[in-house]
């Protein structure tokens, strides 16, 4: 390899963020643009009798109002991921709702007026006359007799049952265990909040007919397709989606959501006006996916040695009032398969039931199943150790899959025929036990306890599975993903020896413009600032599935490199050619094409792509230019791995946790920039800690959103973290030729559970075992007090 | 309509508003200087950070008429001919930002906070940007970017 992967070097995109000049959604004008506001259901779960708009329609500066009415004839929102292999009973939303509504936030009503002040104006003087239906808002309960029944094809409100593993097997395991450990858990309900909330603006083309959406959207080519042969029913040719600058996603903007087909069909309807919507962040938090929201019980079993024999797990998944894009798949093939975690557990059973309540609808956020499963085992873990009063860290090192055993197929079958690719996990707990003094930390802990101070050692040890694929794993046939998720790359060396590269997946906030340009960049012996990459625009570009389930690099960033390497075989021929060699004789080495052993008579690529470009002389048979596009559809997926090692103080008369010490070991394989992959893991490791002491999304018993803002939800600030230690192993995948694991979201899976079992820890004294996140000062206090050592 | 009479990034402008016209609205779609974003209407993101009369405000909690007279700072005014300011490029050369829509607010906040304290510790850094949210980088590396401009405007390298 040459010289640009690996290193760290700033980002080529943040000239224009740190100077105010890039272009964010809301910061596009059209010429004409109108103004959209939504009119959103105030009521959890009601039926629409009818709706007046003629008051809003008179106010000057409105231009139309629009009511679900109005759209009937757009196909409701596709579910593109339904659970694999099970009945799903899929209700999705509408542009906007027609008859009823399932959560508080659904659309009912759109104003265009010239500002958006004028048409919030008007959202007021529309009258709605709702018919209030009753109420649930919690998973479980939803399935339970007398609940209220929100969609008529899913009786007891079950959308899914699915499972993986062996029951049996995993309940004989239970009878035969020395112990077996019984836990409930809730993991919460989380809004992913990206700094810049939704938006899209429509514009329709009488002329010619078609659509152009520009969109704050992870995926653009998924919503074209989406958009085009679900919702609208039309050719994907009639529709071009721009994903602009996007200020972040988590998850929660890669799916299709009514608001990008309503801008526009009223833009259609308005003649080819350009309607802009721009979401408010009270209507994010409504109206834009949650996360996670899992309860769940399980049982574990072990041997007096700690070796685990069993684990049992049953789920109860919300899903919201209707499905988002994916969220099938997310409590499923992302959940349940991975309850193995890093370990050799010998039977595995998991049932989950995905569930409709009068809530938001719950999809994808950063991590994506995957954390509520890593938080599962590894919770289980810490409660065998306390169990058998063993060191948690031994309890891990016992149960760990040994380096000998890759590829290795968790037990079960629950990875439904994949393998983990490569791993070293002993590895990283050990570089984690060295980095924080392991010994002299538990001394200390013993020095705190005797001294009345609550200090706690959590762990996490964690797997993923990234980069999801391959198609034929994932597609409808197995996982029930209802496409492909390849990836896409165009490499083209322009005459003047500037590459373009343009990429299915689209970046926000991840830096693909940098790393990219360091993939082929480094392959073709050039530098990375003469490679320009270019995404997030469907018009002219090859189709991408986009970027989520850190699948950038692992799966885009391979689909580049294939490309360069068939680019220089290429440049070997013409290369040849210039050089009156044989093509066999030639090779190429740090941008230079050259006959084996003489490396001073070379030819560089740029020289071979001009003479490629310009074409009067080539060899016999060779195309023009040098330009190719690679489809890459992995042979499995990736497995990034690591230990998170959590130091906190609990604060005995008040409750509240302060994180001392955090330590992140994270084995993402080969890394391209490690500047990147740090801030990756250092925000992700944030949201991980937000999610186990501060966030929660509350819904009250009538389906209203208490925590419906930033005063109301606990969005972490600076001061309530430390800095973040990072540090790595190294174990390439060999599922793809980079070597490369993914990082995007290994933060976020690890480190939740570190901090909830270092707080766990530090109040084993007085006999607590296991809290519900988040771990809230109030929380703590109390179950201190209301344990028995407590009271005082 | 009222007139107000603003100086920004040097320039004056004489425009006549609606009084309810948020001063963000006015600066992003009135004078079109999209650098500044909206993140919230609560006033706790920080998105919206400018400096007026030299001193960081949330500029989504103030009508453009209170503006009146005033002289503010967006973040397209903050590098001067061409070169950046030293809290940008500690942003920069510090991995401060991923999606950036945080960044203009939180490089505003960050160069009200050095003027008050030229060399800031961790835990007033930490502080000092308590109104402003990031969703992206943990605050990791935009403590370390503050810390960064900190050593370099006190002639440090
Ligand atoms: S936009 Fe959030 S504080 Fe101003
Ligand atoms: S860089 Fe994305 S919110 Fe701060």
């Given at each position: 390899m040459g010289k640009a992967i690996g290193q760290a070097i700033k980002r080529k995109e943040d000239p224009r963020l740190i100077t105010g000049q890039a272009k964010y959604l809301d910061d596009i004008q059209l010429p004409g643009m109108v103004h959209a506001a939504v009119l959103r259901s105030p009521y959890a779960h009601a039926k629409i009798n009818s709706i007046d708009t003629s008051e809003a329609e008179s106010l000057p500066g409105v231009v139309g109002v629009f009511t679900g009415k109005d759209f009937a004839d757009l196909n409701p929102l596709p579910c593109a991921w339904q659970a694999g292999g099970v009945?799903?009973?899929?209700?999705?939303?509408?542009?906007?709702?027609?008859?009823?509504?399932?959560?508080?936030?659904?659309?009912?009503?759109?104003?265009?007026?010239?500002?958006?002040?004028?048409?919030?104006?008007?959202?007021?003087?529309?009258?709605?006359?709702?018919?209030?239906?009753?109420?649930?808002?919690?998973?479980?309960?939803?399935?339970?007799?007398?609940?209220?029944?929100?969609?008529?094809?899913?009786?007891?409100?079950?959308?899914?049952?699915?499972?993986?593993?062996?029951?049996?097997?995993?309940?004989?395991?239970?009878?035969?265990?020395?112990?077996?450990?019984?836990?409930?858990?809730?993991?919460?309900?989380?809004?992913?909040?990206?700094?810049?909330?939704?938006?899209?603006?429509?514009?329709?083309?009488?002329?010619?007919?078609?659509?152009?959406?520009?969109?704050?959207?992870?995926?653009?080519?998924?919503?074209?397709?989406l958009m085009t042969a679900f919702v609208f029913g039309i050719p994907e040719n009639k529709l071009r989606c721009i994903s602009p600058q996007v200020g972040g996603g988590f998850g929660a903007k890669i799916f299709l959501y009514p608001e990008y087909c309503m801008v526009a069909a009223v833009s259609k309807k308005l003649g080819g006006l350009p309607v802009k919507w721009m979401?408010?962040?009270?209507?994010?938090?409504?109206?834009?996916?949650?996360?996670?929201?899992?309860?769940?019980?399980?049982?574990?079993?072990a041997k007096n040695d700690g070796t685990i024999t069993g684990l049992k797990v049953e789920t109860y998944a919300n899903l919201g009032g209707t499905l988002s894009t994916i969220a099938g798949g997310i409590p499923t093939?992302?959940?349940?398969?991975?309850?193995?975690?890093?370990?050799?557990?010998?039977?595995?059973?998991?049932?989950?039931?995905?569930?409709?309540?009068?809530?938001?609808?719950?999809?994808?956020?950063?991590?994506?199943?995957?954390?509520?499963?890593?938080?599962?085992?590894?919770?289980?873990?810490?409660?065998?150790?306390?169990?058998?009063?063993?060191?948690?860290?031994?309890?891990?090192?016992?149960?760990?899959?040994?380096?000998?055993?890759?590829?290795?197929?968790?037990?079960?079958?629950?990875?439904?025929?994949?393998?983990?690719?490569?791993?070293?996990?002993?590895?990283?707990?050990?570089?984690?036990?060295?980095?924080?003094?392991?010994?002299?930390?538990?001394?200390?802990?013993?020095?705190?306890?005797e001294a009345g101070r609550l200090m706690g050692i959590g762990f996490s040890s964690y797997v993923e599975i990234c980069g999801v694929a391959p198609?034929?794993?994932?597609?409808?046939?197995?996982?029930?993903?209802?496409?492909?998720?390849?990836?896409?790359?165009?490499?083209?060396?322009?005459?003047?020896?500037?590459?373009?590269?343009?990429?299915?997946?689209?970046?926000?906030?991840?830096?693909?413009?940098?790393?990219?340009?360091?993939?082929?960049?480094?392959?073709?012996?050039?530098?990375?600032?003469?490679?320009?990459?270019?995404?997030?625009?469907?018009?002219?570009?090859?189709?991408?599935?986009?970027?989520?389930?850190?699948?950038?690099?692992?799966?885009?960033?391979?689909?580049?490199?294939?490309?360069?390497?068939?680019?220089?075989?290429?440049?070997?021929?013409?290369?040849?050619?210039?050089?009156?060699?044989?093509?066999?004789?030639?090779?190429?080495?740090?941008?230079?094409?050259?006959?084996?052993?003489s490396p001073d008579k070379a030819k560089t690529i740029q020289e071979v792509a001009l003479a490629a470009a310009v074409a009067y002389d080539l060899p016999e048979g060779t195309e023009p230019f040098l330009d190719d596009t690679t489809y890459y559809d992995p042979p499995n997926c990736t497995y990034p791995f690591g230990t998170h090692v959590c130091i906190v103080e609990v604060d005995k008369d008040t409750g509240h946790v302060a994180i001392k010490r955090y330590l992140a070991v994270d084995d993402v394989g080969k890394k391209i920039n490690p500047l990147i992959v740090d801030g990756q893991?250092?925000?992700?490791?944030?949201?991980?800690?937000?999610?186990?002491?501060?966030?929660?999304?509350?819904?009250?018993?009538?389906?209203?959103?208490?925590?419906?803002?930033?005063?109301?939800?606990?969005?972490?600030?600076?001061?309530?973290?430390?800095?973040?230690?990072?540090?790595?192993?190294?174990?390439?995948?060999?599922?793809?030729?980079?070597?490369?694991?993914?990082?995007?979201?290994?933060?976020?899976?690890?480190?939740?559970?570190?901090?909830?079992?270092?707080?766990?820890?530090?109040?084993?004294?007085?006999?607590?075992?296991?809290?519900?996140m988040p771990l809230t000062s109030q929380k703590v206090w109390e179950a201190i007090h209301s344990s028995g050592n407590g009271r005082e | 309509m009222a007139e107000i009479t603003v100086t920004v990034n040097g320039k004056s402008y004489t425009r006549d508003v609606e009084p309810r016209m948020l001063l963000v609205h006015f600066i992003r779609d009135v004078l079109g200087l999209t650098g500044t974003n909206i993140g919230c209407e609560t006033s706790v993101c920080g998105a919206c950070t400018i400096l007026m009369d030299g001193q960081a405000i949330k500029s989504c909690t103030q009508l453009a008429v209170q503006a009146d007279g005033s002289s503010l700072t967006t973040i397209e005014g903050l590098a001067s001919n061409g070169d950046l300011h030293p809290v940008q490029e500690g942003f920069w050369e510090k991995h401060g930002l991923q999606c950036g829509y945080c960044t203009p607010g939180m490089i505003m906040a960050s160069v009200d906070l050095l003027q008050s304290n030229a060399n800031p510790t961790e835990d007033e850094i930490r502080h000092g940007l308590e109104g402003n949210l990031c969703r992206c980088t943990g605050y990791h590396n935009i403590v370390k970017a503050v810390q960064y401009a900190a050593e370099k405007m006190q002639g440090g390298n």
């Open positions: 009945n799903n009973n899929a209700n999705t939303p509408r542009t906007l709702e027609i008859d009823k509504v399932t959560f508080t936030g659904a659309g009912v009503a759109v104003v265009v007026a010239e500002s958006r002040y004028i048409a919030e104006d008007a959202l007021a003087l529309i009258h709605v006359d709702y018919e209030v239906l009753p109420v649930v808002v919690d998973a479980k309960k939803a399935t339970e007799p007398g609940a209220p029944q929100l969609h008529e094809n899913a009786p007891n409100n079950i959308c899914m049952e699915w499972s993986c593993g062996d029951e049996a097997a995993t309940d004989q395991a239970l009878a035969d265990a020395d112990v077996v450990i019984k836990q409930s858990l809730r993991n919460q309900r989380l809004i992913p909040t990206p700094m810049e909330p939704r938006g899209a603006i429509g514009v329709f083309s009488p002329v010619a007919e078609d659509y152009t959406v520009y969109m704050t959207s992870q995926a653009p080519h998924v919503m074209r397709l979401e408010t962040r009270r209507e994010n938090y409504i109206a834009t996916t949650h996360g996670r929201d899992h309860v769940t019980e399980f049982e574990v079993a093939t992302l959940y349940g398969r991975l309850l193995s975690g890093v370990y050799k557990f010998p039977n595995i059973y998991c049932k989950v039931y995905g569930t409709y309540t009068n809530t938001g609808m719950v999809d994808a956020y950063r991590g994506a199943g995957r954390p509520e499963a890593s938080y599962l085992v590894e919770r289980a873990i810490d409660l065998v150790a306390q169990k058998l009063n063993m060191d948690p860290a031994e309890v891990r090192r016992v149960n760990y899959i040994p380096p000998e055993a890759f590829p290795y197929a968790p037990a079960s079958n629950i990875l439904n025929g994949l393998k983990y690719d490569s791993g070293e996990y002993e590895g990283a707990l050990n570089k984690a036990l060295e980095l924080v003094d392991y010994k002299n930390l538990r001394q200390e802990q013993a020095a705190a306890r198609s034929a794993w994932i597609g409808l046939n197995g996982e029930g993903w209802g496409a492909g998720l390849w990836e896409s790359a165009n490499v083209r060396v322009h005459l003047t020896g500037q590459v373009v590269v343009t990429t299915g997946s689209q970046s926000h906030g991840q830096g693909h413009e940098t790393t990219m340009a360091q993939i082929a960049a480094d392959l073709l012996g050039m530098d990375v600032a003469d490679v320009r990459v270019e995404h997030s625009d469907t018009l002219g570009t090859p189709f991408g599935y986009g970027t989520y389930g850190s699948r950038s690099a692992a799966v885009g960033g391979v689909a580049i490199h294939n490309s360069v390497q068939k680019i220089i075989e290429k440049a070997k021929k013409i290369g040849a050619h210039m050089l009156e060699a044989a093509p066999e004789d030639v090779t190429f080495e740090d941008g230079k094409v050259f006959v084996k052993g893991i250092h925000g992700g490791v944030v949201q991980g800690l937000a999610q186990g002491l501060w966030e929660g999304a509350v819904y009250d018993d009538n389906g209203q959103l208490v925590s419906g803002s930033l005063m109301d939800y606990a969005l972490p600030k600076a001061h309530f973290l430390p800095m973040i230690e990072t540090d790595s192993t190294e174990t390439p995948s060999p599922v793809n030729p980079l070597g490369i694991k993914g990082a995007g979201e290994a933060g976020t899976i690890a480190s939740a559970q570190a901090v909830v079992n270092a707080v766990v820890d530090a109040l084993a004294p007085y006999g607590i075992t296991h809290l519900d | -």
